[in-house]
Nanobody, 120 residues
Framework: QVQLVESGGGLVQAGGSLRLSCGASGITFSTNTIAWFRQAPGKKRDLVASITSDGNTNYADSVKGRFTISRDNAKNTVYLQMNSLKPEDTAVYYC??????????????WGQGTQVTVSS
């Protein structure tokens, strides 16, 4: 059974930085595409960034140039470095494993997420 654990969220002022971590058991991150999502109150969950097994990355337009996704295969962990944070980045952030053939699907149950709150 795949279990995902997100951490690293918190309260930060606009312009600040945070680094989120996503750890997993029951799955090897290095052979999968891993993605970060976020869900703001009253809104749907959106994909923020993803990284393939080859290290190719993709970002939502709203975070390009500010967020960086990376992985540490030895630790089976994926990170999301978030810089120049804006109040609109406030959300609960989740990670998950993208389906290998249907990118709109995720493989694992959702974890508890980590809250990011950016004050203006």
């Amino acid at each position: 059974q795949v279990q995902l654990v997100e951490s690293g969220g918190g309260l930060v002022q606009a312009g600040g930085s945070l680094r989120l971590s996503c750890g997993a058991s029951g799955i090897t991150f290095s052979t999968n595409t891993i993605a970060w999502f976020r869900q703001a109150p009253g809104k749907k969950r959106d994909l923020v960034a993803s990284i393939t097994s080859d290290g190719n990355t993709n970002y939502a337009d709203s975070v390009k140039g500010r967020f960086t996704i990376s992985r540490d295969n030895a630790k089976n962990t994926v990170y999301l470095q978030m810089n120049s944070l804006k109040p609109e980045d406030t959300a609960v952030y989740y990670c998950n494993v993208l389906h290998p053939r249907v990118a709109s699907l995720v493989v694992a149950s959702w974890g508890q997420g980590t809250q990011v709150t950016v004050s203006s």
